[in-house]
C-alpha cells in the first residue's frame, strides 16, 4: 500500500498563479521529499524536509510538514507553464531505505 | 542527464518470456533501487542493493529478480512474463544507506510492453 497520498490526484490553474499540492502519510517518517516527473520521464528530486523542520523554500518552491497531522504541502508560486508536471511526495519505509511514493498529483499550468 | 542510466529504454516482448533490465547508478553512488510504475499501481519500490548487497525488499513478485554486481551496476531479471508486468521500470541511485535519508537520483526508466 502506499504510505503517501497525494491530493488533489489532478490541478489545472493558470499561469502565474500559486498551485498547492498535499500529502498525508500513515506512518513515523525521518523526513519526507518531493518529486516531479514530466511525462513518461524519470522522477526529479525537488526538496527534502526533516521531521524537526515546519517548512523549507527552494526557488519558489515552500513546502510545509505537519508532523502531528501526518501532512505535508508543496507550494510552487508564480507557476509557469514548465511546472506542467506529476509531483509526488515521497517517505521512507521504517527501518528499510525504498523510498515509498504516492500516486502523485497531475499539475498541468494553463498558459 | 541524471547521470544513472538505463537499458533498453523500450523494450517489447511476448507473454511468458524473460527479459533483463540494466542500471548503472551515478557515479559513487553505492545503493541501487528499481522501481515499477503503472497506471493501477502507481510507484511501486521493488528492491534495493548497497554495495552488492540486497538492502530492502518491496512489492517484487517471485518470478522477478535482481543483483548488484562488483562495480556497482545492477540488473532486473523479469521472467514468465504476463500483461499485467507491462510497465514503466526505473531504476534509482543514491550516495549514502540510512533510512530515509537518501535522495534518489532516477533514470530515464525502461518501458516495458508485454503483448
Known amino acids: 500500500s502506499q504510505q503517501g497520498e497525494e491530493d488533489p490526484q489532478a490541478l489545472s490553474i493558470q499561469e502565474g498563479e500559486n498551485a498547492t499540492m498535499n500529502c498525508s502519510y500513515k506512518t513515523s517518517i525521518n523526513n519526507l521529499q518531493w518529486y516531479r516527473q514530466n511525462s513518461g520521464r524519470g522522477l526529479v528530486h525537488l526538496i527534502l524536509?526533516?521531521?524537526?523542520?515546519r517548512e523549507k523554500h527552494s526557488g519558489r518552491l515552500r513546502v510545509t510538514l505537519d508532523t502531528s497531522k501526518k501532512s505535508s504541502s508543496l507550494l510552487i508560486t508564480a507557476s509557469r507553464a514548465a511546472d506542467t508536471a506529476s509531483y509526488f511526495c515521497a517517505t521512507a519505509r521504517g527501518g528499510a531505505d525504498g523510498l515509498t511514493f504516492g500516486k502523485g498529483t497531475h499539475l498541468i499550468i494553463q498558459p | 542527464d541524471s547521470g544513472v542510466t538505463q537499458t533498453p529504454k523500450h523494450l517489447i516482448t511476448a507473454t511468458g518470456q524473460r527479459v533483463t533490465l540494466r542500471c548503472s547508478p551515478r557515479?559513487?553512488?553505492?545503493?541501487v533501487y528499481w522501481y515499477q510504475q503503472s497506471l493501477d499501481q502507481g510507484l511501486q519500490f521493488l528492491i534495493q542493493y548497497y554495495n552488492g548487497e540486497e538492502r530492502a525488499k518491496g512489492n517484487i513478485l517471485e518470478r522477478f529478480s535482481a543483483q548488484q554486481f562488483p562495480d556497482l551496476h545492477s540488473e532486473l531479471n523479469l521472467s514468465s512474463l504476463e500483461l499485467g508486468d507491462s510497465a514503466l521500470y526505473f531504476c534509482a541511485s543514491s550516495v549514502a544507506l540510512g533510512s530515509g535519508a537518501n535522495v534518489l537520483t532516477f533514470g530515464a526508466g525502461s518501458r516495458l510492453t508485454v503483448l
Open positions: 557515479s559513487g553512488d553505492l545503493s
Open positions: 524536509i526533516r521531521s524537526n523542520e
